[in-house]
């Protein structure tokens, strides 16, 4: 089945470079996150979603957080619209922040959040309401995931979600949270059902369920050494293909021979994110080992994508 997925990924979701194509129609993503404490992990997800193949990537962080990403790389554009004080007109930061988003295809939520500021919980719950009511493909992680299972005004926000491109990302920890706080005895579909939203389960094997759908396998070799940031450039890859499954793919920008349904573009989203994630890990790990960090990972996401 996997050789089957990963066939129609690489026929209808993975797009040519076409000389008739400008800036911005192969995907325009936003990642939030990022704080005083925690830089890496927004730059993770943003990075490897360029280099997976999205055209424009926007990181929205903390003003904390901003210089120190910006010096990471000059590919991103990166907006300090958030702040963790607690005398923020935080009114007045949404609209700049909304004025992005209202060009964006996909929102990843969550990565270097924090836990700590009650002004930066605020500005997470507006903008996945914001994100959930337009109808953008959303991936929360991370620390959005951490919020999901305490704060209940963001467990509404799911539930009555129309949305049907939510996507979650827990690892095993974040899964055992999620699931207690719904009382829900560590499945998936169960999970996915009640929050209305598809589930990644990180782990030996990444496991998928689409709205409480049949769990979708990833069991492709990765990478042994368990180093952080490996989530972070998953949610990135995810979203990349979410840009082009729901963006260029449905605008048919180029030729594919299958007709998906919305539910078979997050799922093979899904699938595709997590193999991508998995085979640049494993290469990464050949290479360098117990030394190999979560740079090096990125240095294959080209490798990756071209052996589909």
């Known amino acids: 089945m996997n050789r089957n997925l990963l066939k129609l990924i690489k026929a209808n979701l993975l797009p040519p470079l076409l000389p008739t194509f400008h800036k911005g129609q192969l995907g325009r993503l936003a990642v939030i996150g990022g704080c005083e404490d925690y830089t890496g992990a927004p730059f993770f997800s943003a990075h490897a979603a360029m280099l997976a193949g999205v055209d424009l990537v926007h990181v929205i962080c903390d003003e904390g957080a901003s210089q120190v990403i910006k010096s990471y790389s000059p590919d991103l554009m990166v907006h300090p619209y958030m702040c963790s004080q607690d005398n923020v007109l935080i009114e007045e930061r949404m609209d700049k922040i909304k004025s992005v988003l209202s060009r964006i295809d996909v929102v990843i939520l969550g990565p270097g959040f924090g836990r700590n500021s009650a002004t930066m919980l605020e500005f997470l719950k507006r903008i996945a309401k914001y994100v959930e009511s337009k109808g953008i493909p959303l991936v929360l992680d991370a620390d959005a995931l951490y919020h999901l299972s305490v704060d209940e005004k963001l467990q509404e926000i799911l539930q009555n979600s129309e949305n049907k491109n939510i996507i979650l990302t827990p690892n095993v920890m974040e899964l055992k949270r999620l699931c207690d ?101 494993h290469l990464a790990y050949t290479k360098y080992g117990r030394s190999m960090l979560t740079s090096n990972l990125h240095e294959f996401i080209s490798n990756a994508y071209s052996s589909f």
């Open 181 to 281: 706080a719904f009382n829900i005895e560590n499945d998936i579909q169960a999970l996915a059902a009640n929050l209305r939203c598809t589930v990644i389960a990180k782990g030996s094997a990444d496991r998928i369920s689409y709205h409480g759908s049949d769990v979708i396998k990833c069991e492709e070799p990765g990478s042994l050494k368990r180093v952080g940031g490996q989530g972070d450039s998953l949610t990135g890859m995810v979203g990349a293909f979410l840009c082009w499954g729901t963006g260029a793919y449905k605008q048919g920008l180029y030729a594919s021979p299958d007709k998906l349904s919305d539910e078979d573009i997050v799922k093979l989203s899904c699938f595709g994110g997590c193999t991508a994630t998995r085979r640049a890990g």
